[in-house]
């Protein structure tokens, strides 16, 4: 197999990166060229100074590199790999001692030629310090404006800049400040302050602005978005906020490096130094004695949605207590506005769905037998319409740089202002674009039969929990969890949609959790000849039983119909003794 690893950096500027889909052209040109299986790992936003273990699709790259499932690597040149030699050593290693081929731009590497080896170093010494001077260049500038007192990036909560940069204190976010201190001084944690707050509707640092928080999975790269304005206060935040010596005044220069770490006074301050003194002094007997923090292993996070309220459904995990399932956010404070949903054992849950997905060989079937999807239809009609829109950006940005070039105009700011703006649509909409061609590539159905025969067949009971969680995101889009009531029990309705599929499944399982069946199945459309000269029968005789005559130009387009099936006497069963537990 064939990995086409791409990577975009965090800060790219306008025109001066590969985008994503070019990466992954010439990656597929190669894969059809040699003939190979292919599979994308993809780092957006993601810096080549980073170590491997930093870069989740690199990291994994790697993994799947050792375990002998891939076999071959493109990349569109060097530095998509590395800026960072100590990466590329390891990188080099690893192919060697796996007799893994490199493609730079698609031409075979030499690993045991020696002056591909020295030019791949001298290659890297120089992406490594292209990546340092970027680097020092905006800490310098931001460490200036630090030892000023002047502001730089996101402000502080509770502070606003004037127009000379200059740190001021906006009154309507630092009374809660105030308030924060106060009440921890009085021996209140920082969980029910922040309750408190959000009982009060204080509003949060994202509050008063418009628009949304995204959130991206780090394995299917699904985007979860929140409005701005539903953020609420967490006790963690407040915690932060409580120890952070920016309120008493005091600016702190690198934080992590003791060494180098430098404190600047600014003009203005929230809380007198006294108060933040005594206030932190106290903070530790706020907090509850609950031992060390356990790190938990959540299987389905990201893609559980209730289906009573839409909420996200989270595991949740408690060292002491029964408390180990999966439950409505809109259970869980400061929410609590959910009252129909039922929280379901996390281990059989997660059973279920390994079972399903890795072991019923069923739906490996269902979905390598689906007909040819729309689904990147509506894709590729908004990707069209995205780049005719960068077009007219483009030849609005051309008509601004001749009007800046003027020498009456050049010192405009109205025309220097809309240039800036538009450049910045023109890089958000090329972000956009690069989103909808990942999508619509990972859609078409030449790709699609592969990319989930090979997803479904690399699980073993062997192998790790990321792993298992790449390949269990990248076979489903979502979960839905709807609860029947019945006495004091009930039954539990889940609603899987598969990536990239129309189809889906519906489970029904009681509150044991251990006997799940296979309710229905639903596709869009016909699956075979078969399937569909049935379907244009069933047409037919409508047509003729509404007395509407049929006529052959009415099957232009028709795909058959939409089928639910039942799966009688399919089902999953779980045996309690044989969970998988991953903690």
Known sequence: MLAIYCRTSKNKADGTDYSIETQQQGGFKLANHLGLQYRYYVDEGMSGTLAIEDRPALADMMSDLKKGVITNIYCIDQSRIERNSTVWNIFS???IAHKCKFYPNGIDFDFSNDESILGSNLISLVNSYYAK????????????KTLKGKTHGMKPYGYQRDENNNFIIFEEEAQYIRKMFNLSLQGIGSYTIANILNEEGAPTK??????????????????TEFEKSNVKWRGNVVYDMLTNPIYKGIRIWNKKDINKRIEVKIDVQIIEDDLWDKVNENLPKNIKNVGKRADYHYLLNGIIKCGHCGNEVLGKKRPKGNDNSYKCKGKRPPHKDCQDSRAISLPKLENFIIQHLFKNKNLKELLL???KSNLSIPLREKLDSKKKELVQLDKQLERLVKLLRDPDLEDDETFKEDYKLTKLKRVKLNLEIEDLQIKVLEMENETRISRTKTLIETYTDYIQFDEIKRLVHSLIESIKIHHSKQNK???YFIVIKYRNYSEESTFTTDWKGLKWYWHTHYREKALNKEQLAEDVEMLKANYDRKGIPFNEEDLTGYEGNTTVSGMIGESVDLNPNELVLFD
């Open 369 to 371: 037998e689906a007909p």
């Open 206 to 223: 994202f509050n008063r602005f418009k628009g949304k928080i995204k959130r991206i999975n780090e394995f299917t790269k699904n985007v």
């Open 133 to 144: 001077i970027t680097s020092r260049k905006v800490k310098l500038a931001n460490y200036s």
């Open 489 to 491: 029990s009930g039954y």
């Open 93 to 95: 290693a690893e192919c």
